[in-house]
């Protein structure tokens, strides 16, 4: 009897791992199990067997979503910038079941010197700019260019897609200073690296 329930359990493992899905689904083999247990044990209910059925993303896809291409952010005279509405710039995710960003790294890029606060920036700092991005603008870029941990910060939660919740807006803000680049065209600052994983931050 042993040996039919680990057969069974065997062929119960093949077929899910024959399908593939966005999660893996994993069977365990309660038969299987119990035949290592003494026959005392399996006198209580000899009618009977139990398989828990459990479901985990599977580590091996990649999860589906989508991030802003760009954050076109409009220079005022001033230093301010004026970046785009919080409805355009907005993470989605794609996947069948909710994920939420762990954590986000920024890469300044070029001459472009990324401070905490460019317009306390030292003369000598060209070309600094400071912003702040997130669903409540809670991502500091500066602090941002070492990973930054959003693991348990709820607003980046996001639900199925299709959901209704499956996306999280992206309001901006910033300043420049000491700008010697030639903003007479568009260009490169920095870089937003976005992780995500599957699951809400609690």
Known sequence: MCRIAKEKARS????CRSRRTVATIVLAGALAAGCAMPAAALADDASQGKTQVTVVADPGQTLKFEV????????????????????????????????????????????????????KAPGQTKNAIDFQF?????????SAL???????????NMGYAGSGTESVEIDTAGNVAHVAADLSKETSVATI????????AA
């Not at 119960?12 to 077929?15: S, T």
């Not at 070492?146 to 980046?156: K, N, R, V, Y």
């Open 12 to 15: 119960g493992i093949a077929m």
């Open 68 to 119: 802003p291409t760009v954050i076109p952010f409009a220079a005022s005279a001033d230093g301010v910038l004026v970046g785009p509405s919080k409805e355009v710039a907005k993470i989605t995710n794609k996947s069948v079941f909710g994920i939420h960003v762990t954590e986000v790294g920024v890469e300044a890029k070029g001459a472009w010197n990324v401070v905490a606060d460019a317009a």
């Open 134 to 142: 997130g669903p409540a603008r809670q991502v500091d870029a500066a």
């Open 146 to 156: 070492i990973p930054a941990d959003t693991s348990s910060d709820m607003g980046f």
């Open 193 to 200: 690296v976005w992780t995500v994983a599957p699951g809400a």
